[in-house]
């Protein structure tokens, strides 16, 4: 079983490929600022970059970085980004069209593991944001 992509999860484990979590690394690069932000988008659902600003209220460029960024701002390796264990002063938005499902499935920390929780647990568990304008 691979969870590298949410389609592989999503196949491995016969679930659709929206109860799968991505969780996607950005940084906003605002005067020489650079603010990570992490956001958990069901498998099924393209993440909005514009609306990090809104939500966060951060103006500045959107990009994502390469493996080794993501490595050192999360301490997972891409494919296996778990939204659980992070440092706590990242910024975490989830997306509530995660809601749709009884059941979701996030990378657990390595790209054959994953685990199982509700929406709700997800959102207590990460103490993330919500947000329905990242889709």
């Known amino acids: ?15 659709p490929v929206g109860a799968i979590v991505k969780t ?12 990570p932000v992490i956001v958990l988008i069901a498998g099924d659902k393209k993440c909005k970059t514009q609306a990090l600003h809104k939500i966060l209220n951060i103006e500045g460029s959107v990009f994502r970085p ?3 960024i993501v490595k050192k701002i999360t301490g997972y ?15 975490l938005i989830i997306d509530t069209s995660l809601r749709r499902f009884e059941k979701i499935w996030s990378a657990a920390g390595h790209p054959h593991c994953v685990f199982n929780s509700t929406y709700k647990q997800l959102l207590i568990m990460t103490n993330a944001l919500e947000s329905d304008e990242i889709t």
Do not use: Y
């Not at 079983?1 to 679930?15: E, I, P, Y």
């Not at 996607?24 to 603010?35: D, G, Q, R």
């Not at 778990?82 to 910024?91: A, K, Q």
């Open 1 to 15: 079983m691979t969870a590298r992509s949410a389609l592989d999860a999503a196949k491995s484990l016969n679930v």
């Open 24 to 35: 996607l690394i950005f940084i906003i690069e605002s005067k020489k600022i650079h603010t």
């Open 66 to 68: 390469e493996a080794k």
């Open 77 to 91: 390796s891409i494919g296996g980004v778990s939204p659980i264990g992070l440092p706590r002063e990242l910024n």
